[in-house]
């Protein structure tokens, strides 16, 4: 499979309050909701056409969009590459010099497995690769 877009995501203060605009202009429902207890993060996702829109709540203080929120204020927070071998990838960033944010993918939303590069690194932007398991 070649890489293609998985999602993009959005960091929200609060899910419910940031559907109003899906709901209500493009009449778009949302997935169910899912807790990535681990990442401190509420998810759900949103289907428009081709594309996936991730909505992303922190569920703690210390989640992983909790200081992005509070820096940056609602809004673009990642885009997601989907790939067939995530540690492949991972591996091959970093011999390439590439800063990853972990040392090994993570639990992601669905089952998948996630890892994502510094921005720095991705001309400032924060860029996610995801893997589902088959």
Do not use: C, W
Request: proline residues 3%; hydrophobic residues 40%.
């Amino acid at each position: 499979m070649e890489p293609k877009i998985d999602h993009i995501g959005i960091a929200v203060n609060s899910i419910e309050e940031a559907i109003k605009l899906y709901r209500d202009l493009l009449h778009v429902e949302k997935s169910a909701e899912e807790i990535l207890e681990d990442r401190g993060i509420k998810v759900t996702f949103l289907y428009i056409k081709d594309v996936r829109i991730e909505l992303m709540e922190p569920m703690r203080e210390d989640s992983e969009i909790s200081n992005f929120l509070k820096k940056r204020g609602e809004g673009f927070h990642h885009i997601a590459y989907q790939v067939d071998n995530i540690k492949m990838v991972m591996e091959n960033a970093k011999k390439m010099g590439y800063k990853t944010l972990s040392d090994e993918p993570n639990r992601g939303a669905g089952g998948s497995l996630v890892f994502f590069l510094h921005p720095k690194f991705a001309n400032g932007i924060l860029t996610e690769f995801v893997e589902y398991r088959k």
